[in-house]
Each structure stands twice: as C-alpha cells, then as structure tokens.
C-alpha cells in the first residue's frame, strides 16, 4: 500500500531556531496536509494543500506542497516552547474514498 | 461551526470485558467518520470509517467493530477485549466524498486493557 516517510523523527531544538521537516512519497498525492497533536489530545489540523507548488503560511508555519506531487515540507520559523508537540503529515490520492495516509510523525522538542 | 466529541476520555478495561466508545459531530450532515488508532504516541492507524448511517468499511482486521446508528454518531465497539487494544482512539470526521479530505479529530480516548 501506498506509504509516507516522514523525517526527521524527532528533533531537539533551542528556543528561537527554525524548524524544518519534510514527507516524501512513492505515490503522487492530490492533497497535503500538517497537523500537530499535543500530549493527550486529538491532532489539529495547521495547513492543507491543494495544488503543486503552493506555498501557504499559517503565523510561524510554512508549508510547500512538492512540484512532483510526492513531496512537502513543513517550516516553523524562531521557534517557540508551545510548538513542542508530534507533527503529522497526511496526503490523499484519487481513487483513496477521501482516506488520509498519515506519516508517523516527527516529535519536536524545544529548550526554553 | 462543527465540533466532534467522543468519550469517554479515558478507560481503564480487564481483558475479555466489552468496549464501547462514542462519538458525535455537531454542526454537518452527512459527513464521513473515522476511528484511528494511535499506539505509544506516534502513528495513525485507520481502523474504519462510515460514508453513511450503517455503512461501514474496516481497514483492519481485528476484534473491534464500528457502527453507524445515526447520521452523526459513530460507536467503536468490541465483545472481548485484547491487552493489544490498549491505545489511543481517535474519531474524526470530514466533508463528504468528492471534497479534499481534510479530517478533524475528536479529544480521543485513552483505554488501558489490563
């Protein structure tokens, strides 16, 4: 089945520094999209992406949507501790009945 | 605006007793429903999800099983649980089919199966 590699899976970051994680895939995907989940809560969603190459920011975030449809990135710029959290990337293929493939997360960390 | 409950939140169950988890949307109709998975805090697993009232699809194979009674509710249930269904259960929801699937999560729901 159609798979996500998400990376890195974990980071350690200083308070102020900028983030960057990306999802690459076998498969070319119709959708992208980011969310973040919090300790013991459900995942929020923070950027969607409909269209290659779009670029969309959200606050500090900034996501890319790949030219070749099997890629995207996530940015977040001088981080802050409330980023800390696990960060999921998800895309949708045609032909998926809406189904998301999920990544299996990157785990950000920040020292204040 | 639409809001997805699902409780309850946290459940501490013997192996061999029954599950049952609910959740409800507010504010649409007719959307698609979902139950995930999430083991030790990373990766989403779809278990099922509904396109409509008592229309169920499994990803799965398990001893867990889902229903649709109504339009906005979906129950995940389970006769006799396993120590492997210990984990943390999502329900989401999204527009209908044909519109780009971004999903929205519930709180989730914490079971521990001793």
């Known amino acids: 089945g159609q798979q996500l590699n998400q990376s890195p899976q974990s980071m350690f970051i200083q308070e102020g520094e900028d983030v960057s994680m990306n999802c690459t895939s076998s498969?070319?995907?119709?959708?992208w999209l980011w969310y973040k989940q919090d300790p013991g809560e459900g995942p929020v969603l923070l950027i969607a992406?409909?269209?290659?190459?779009e670029l969309t920011s959200n606050g500090r975030l900034t996501a890319q949507f790949g030219i070749t449809r099997k890629d995207s990135f996530l940015n977040i710029s001088a981080s802050i501790p409330s980023d800390v959290g696990i960060y999921f990337c998800?895309?949708?293929?045609?032909?998926?009945?809406?189904?998301?493939?999920f990544g299996k997360g990157t785990k950000l960390s920040v020292k204040p | 605006s639409q809001t997805i409950h699902q409780w309850p939140a946290t459940l501490v169950q013997p192996v061999g007793s029954p599950l049952s988890l609910e959740c409800t949307v507010e504010?649409?109709?007719?959307?698609?429903l979902y139950w995930y998975r999430q083991a030790a805090g990373r990766g989403l697993q779809l278990l099922f999800y509904?396109?409509?009232?008592?229309?169920i699809s499994s990803e799965v194979p398990q001893n867990l099983s889902a229903s649709r009674p109504q339009d906005r509710q979906f129950i995940l249930s389970s006769k006799k649980l396993l120590l492997s269904d210990s984990g943390f259960y999502l329900c989401?929801?999204?527009?209908?089919?044909?519109?780009?699937?971004?999903?929205?999560f519930g709180e989730g729901s914490r079971l521990t199966v001793l």
């Open positions: 504010g649409t109709s007719n959307p698609n």
């Open positions: 498969s070319i995907f119709n959708t």
């Open positions: 992406l409909y269209k290659a190459g």
């Open positions: 509904s396109v409509g009232i008592g229309q």
């Open positions: 998800a895309g949708q293929s045609r032909g998926s009945q809406g189904n998301l493939i």
């Open positions: 989401a929801w999204s527009k209908g089919v044909g519109i780009a699937g971004e999903l929205f």
